[in-house]
């Protein structure tokens, strides 16, 4: 068994751990490398094979050997001496011998190489800690109690106090506690305050811990304040001692800032992707520079959507508008990710080629925060019908998408220099600040084409701390074209081509329109006509159905139906005749105008009431007089009597002519007085009256 033991292991004897020193030919020299007056000892060979099993153990001293100092240190300098004192003895080959060990160390001992004990120490530390010259390096790692409390019997520890007259109290483990507690119900009461930047900061500094512990420390009696107190930095001590740098730094801005900005990050985006697609980071922020109307007056900041893909950090589609963010936004900044990009910057006026910005197609999954706009149900259309994962980032963890963050500050920092209307940070007019709105001068249009020339040149910008793998190529620049190119061509191929109008319908919100008189789809109030359908203008019992249709928000002239199954064409409706005020006009600006024309009607019809009311109430007395007058004027008469000038033209065209002077030029208007009785001999008659109609009836 003896020649499977290895020199200089330690292994367990006699349930002691021993290191062998040296292997003979039929004798083991071993060590206990835990006595601290252990000396070599040897074993035969026999007596080992005796043992049926020896174990190897841990070596307790191996960290040591590995220590290291610079050239010239005065830790070598100790060890090279220290070594010089014992090398007669460690390298002669009978040191296990106790006679000849015992007369080395007298001759080394009278040679002035020092002591007995000195000898026999640093020997014994050579054997024991592994036989090797960085085990006699001092040990003054272990001085000093590192780790624990220090006392100095009653006596103050720290430097002596300069100023002031009052003493300090002596460090103990009361005050330890009210440190802790003050400690805890200030700085790490988590109690904030919000900055101007929206920003988390703590309400509660040390200064405020402090009184805290004061009055802990005085329990209300404040005369004890006087006969001594614990000093501030007592407190900031402990307070660096007992809590970790983390743990402070989280307490300065919340958790969320602290894990989002200052918490290690022990990963990165790259390092699962296999190539470019594998991920695109979408995101959006109020653009920096405002934006002016036609008229060059301001009008508004606008938000900007920018897509990133995660792995190569190039900018793959950008939406700016001056709607606020919403899912329609974040459908049409999707649709500009997978597109054409020569079509795209057709639209916009610019002609590129391919090859200037490559990024075309489905990627494999979006990356988003936790934006209403990014959370709603119809983005699981995005899954559903084209394979794309929609991945949402946890609330409060930017570091997640540190490519999409980081890309608004290329873009900014781009453009800042170069346009009118930077928006800064507001600064009161007391401190000689002003607003950046009056200041707005670039038109949305002229701001998309100057972002879509700034995406140009940052997907050819060199990214310095991009982190590739080791096949990518170093004669290649970093550049996010190269690192695109390189990946389509080498990791994942091109990506899946889509029609983009496909695309972008497919993603709108689907909703239900009601389909009446057969052709007449209405949502929302609107009314649009079925191409397909041919409608009555007749009532059609029962003939309400329903259809599920997409719209533009961005224009309500026509809406969309959804194929059926099997279908794959949207069908376009146009509006009906009867709302064409609402052609062009967002859909925003139509519910509005529809609450506007709702709450005007509604206020019309109060008015339309009270004067209807108003009226009939008049007319009710008019209409009780005119009763009243009648009634006196046919008591006594008989039927005939009552019903003789029925039908009397001349009496008619004499009554009508008060209505026609109401109407007349002043001129025409005679000076006879018309309504004068009129002599005139009335047949009586007891026949039945004749009734007839002339030419003028």
């Known amino acids: 068994m003896i020649e499977f033991l290895r020199p200089n292991a330690v292994y367990l004897l006699n349930e002691r751990p021993c290191r062998l020193l040296r292997n003979l030919d039929y004798c083991c020299i071993f060590i206990d490398i835990e006595n601290s007056s252990a000396l070599p000892f040897k074993i035969d060979a026999e007596d080992i094979d005796i043992h049926d099993e020896i174990v190897e153990v841990d070596d307790t001293w191996s960290a040591l050997i590995n220590r290291a100092y610079t050239a010239g240190s005065v830790y070598l300098n100790k060890r090279d001496r220290n070594y010089e004192r014992i090398i007669p003895l460690i390298q002669n080959d009978e040191f296990y011998d106790k006679n000849v060990r015992s007369a080395i160390v007298e001759i080394l001992t009278a040679q002035g190489f020092g002591s007995k004990s000195t000898i026999y120490r640093y020997a014994r530390r050579y054997w024991q800690r592994g036989q090797s010259i960085n085990t006699l390096l001092p040990d003054y790692c272990y001085c000093g109690g590192k780790g624990k409390k220090k006392t100095r019997n009653g006596v103050r520890l720290g430097r002596p106090k300069e100023f002031g007259d009052l003493p300090n ?24 305050l919000i900055d101007k930047k929206g920003k988390k900061v703590n309400s509660c500094d040390l200064n405020a811990a402090y009184t805290d512990l004061l009055a802990r420390f005085c329990d209300g009696d404040i005369s004890l304040l006087s006969s001594g107190k614990p000093s501030k930095s007592m407190l900031k001590a402990y307070y660096n001692s007992r809590f970790t740098v983390e743990r402070r730094a989280q307490a300065k801005h919340g958790e969320i800032y602290f894990k989002a900005n200052n918490s290690q990050l022990t990963s990165s985006v790259r390092k699962d992707m296999v190539g470019p697609g594998s991920s695109y980071s979408i995101d959006s922020t109020p653009f920096d520079i405002g934006a002016a109307g036609d008229d060059r007056l301001l009008l508004g900041r606008p938000v900007l959507y920018l897509c990133v893909d995660d792995y190569s950090s190039a900018i793959t589609g950008f939406l700016l508008v001056l709607t606020p963010a919403s899912y329609f936004n974040v459908v049409n900044a999707m649709t500009s990710a997978i597109s054409n990009k020569v079509k795209l910057c057709a639209k916009h006026g610019m002609d590129i080629q391919q090859n200037e910005w490559p990024m075309e197609g489905l990627p494999k999954a979006f990356f988003a925060d936790l934006g209403s ?61 002003m607003s950046s709105q009056k200041n707005y001068t670039m038109l949305l249009d002229e701001l998309n084409k100057i972002i879509l020339k700034a995406i140009l040149v940052l997907n050819n910008k060199p990214l310095e701390k991009w982190d590739g793998d080791n096949d990518f190529p170093a004669e290649l620049a970093t550049i996010p074209n190269n690192i ?26 689907q909703e239900t329109a009601t389909i009446s008189n057969r052709n007449i789809l209405t949502i929302d109030g609107v009314k649009y006509v079925h191409p397909e359908l ?35 064409e949207y069908l376009r409706c146009e509006l009906e005749p009867h709302f064409r005020r609402f052609k062009g006009l967002p859909w925003a600006d139509v519910i509005d105008d529809l609450k506007k024309r709702k709450h005007s009607n509604a206020n019309a019809q109060h008015s339309y009431e009270v004067k209807r009311t108003a009226d009939f109430v008049e007319n009710k007395k008019v209409t009780e007089v005119a009763t009243c007058e009648r009634k006196e004027a046919i008591d006594g008469l008989s039927k005939s009597e009552q019903v003789a000038n029925l039908g009397d033209k001349s009496e008619q065209r004499r009554q009508s002519q008060t209505v026609y002077n109401k109407l007349k030029p002043e001129l025409a208007v005679s000076n006879a007085c018309i309504n004068e009785p009129m002599i005139y001999e009335q047949a009586n008659s007891d026949a039945r009256v004749k009734f007839f109609m002339d030419e003028e009836d």
Do not use: C
């Open 169 to 192: 109290s002596l460090w103990s483990p009361e005050l330890e506690r009210m440190m802790h507690s003050a400690l805890l119900s200030t700085i790490f009461s988590g109690r904030y």
């Open 373 to 433: 706009d990014f959370r709603t149900k119809n983005i699981e259309a995005a899954t559903s019908m084209h394979n794309i994962s929609i991945i949402n980032s946890g609330a409060g963890q930017p570091n997640k998408r540190g490519d999409g963050e980081r890309v608004f500050g290329r873009i900014h920092a781009e453009l800042r220099h170069q346009l009118p209307g930077l928006v800064s940070q507001y600064t009161s007019k007391k401190s000689g600040g």
């Open 484 to 509: 695109w190119k390189w990946g389509v061509a080498h990791r994942t191929g091109s990506l899946q081509l889509i029609n983009k109008d496909f695309f972008w319908f497919s993603l709108l919100e």
């Open 534 to 568: 041919s409608g009555l203008r007749v009532k059609v019992n029962r003939s309400q159905q329903k259809q599920v249709v997409v719209r533009d928000k961005s224009d309500a002239t026509a809406i969309f139906i959804v194929p059926g199954e099997g279908a794959h």
